[in-house]
């Protein structure tokens, strides 16, 4: 089993809008598809391909994929992807997709963090003609085919799909490990593999915001203020509670 997982790194903004480097992490669904990943790997054998998209700085996320049990860790970075929107970021996942080609299943988390976005897995399942499953919180491999569990809104439903194929996670799937000090030390000494636009074979009209079919207009940041209630009668409480709320419009009704 060779298996491809996409990664995003996460920059966790502060309040006053400044980031830093201790803010970058995994994306947290990510971390449970490099989990699964490692745990086929181990089950049945193979190798497993972390690939991120973004600046050198993500280098360290690559790192931790690799401590946590990826064999190898595969970096797009070029000036000309910044700034990409979901269809330009799958035009350069893509295109290494393509480039690496010996892959039975591709893995990634349903959503990121900062974006919510739910477009990236779909879109490249699309583009690699390949079937997908989608919010998996269970899988198993039975010779050429994958078994999965899925949950939706309203119902939970387990299907197949024949490999190659690609799967996207909840957080649920698993608990991803927390490497270990040594595990750490030998990650930082493995290489990491660097692609560029000319790597990947793409013009600057297919990437970055040249290749953006969507533009971030502004960023605002939405503020928040508590309340402040305390109740303190125990009796009366769960009244007052419904009471405050149906005045704040949380409930409808008499």
């Not at 209630?229 to 009366?236: A, N």
């Amino acid at each position: 089993m060779n298996i491809i997982v996409l990664v995003k790194q996460i920059r966790c903004i502060e309040l006053d809008n400044v980031t830093s480097d201790q803010d970058r992490r995994i994306n947290r669904t990510d971390r449970n598809a490099i989990e699964e990943a490692v745990r086929i790997k181990e089950r049945f054998g193979g190798r497993v391909t972390a690939l991120t998209m973004g600046q050198i700085d993500s280098e360290a996320v690559l790192r931790e994929t690799l401590a946590m049990g990826a064999d190898e860790a595969v970096l797009l970075c070029d000036e000309s992807f910044e700034g990409s929107d979901s269809h330009a970021t799958v035009t350069v996942l893509e295109a290494a997709i393509t480039k690496i080609l010996d892959y039975d299943l591709i893995l990634c988390g349903a959503y990121s963090d900062d974006m919510y976005a739910f477009q990236i897995g779909p879109r490249i399942a699309e583009v690699c003609n390949l079937p997908q499953i989608t919010y998996v919180t269970k899988i198993a491999i039975e010779g050429r085919k994958v078994i999965a569990e899925r949950e939706l809104e309203r119902e939970q439903q387990t299907v197949e799909a024949k490999l190659p194929c690609l799967i996207t996670v909840l957080p649920s799937l698993n608990e991803p490990r927390t490497p270990s000090s040594e595990e750490r030390i030998s990650a930082l000494k493995k290489s990491i593999i660097v692609w560029d636009a000319a790597d990947l074979s793409l013009s600057e009209e297919e990437v970055g915001f040249n290749g953006c079919l969507v533009d971030v207009l502004r960023r605002t940041k939405i503020s928040m203020n508590r309340k402040r209630i305390v109740l303190r009668d125990e009796q009366s409480g769960i009244t007052k509670i419904v009471d405050i709320l149906k005045h704040e419009g949380v409930l409808k009704g008499t």
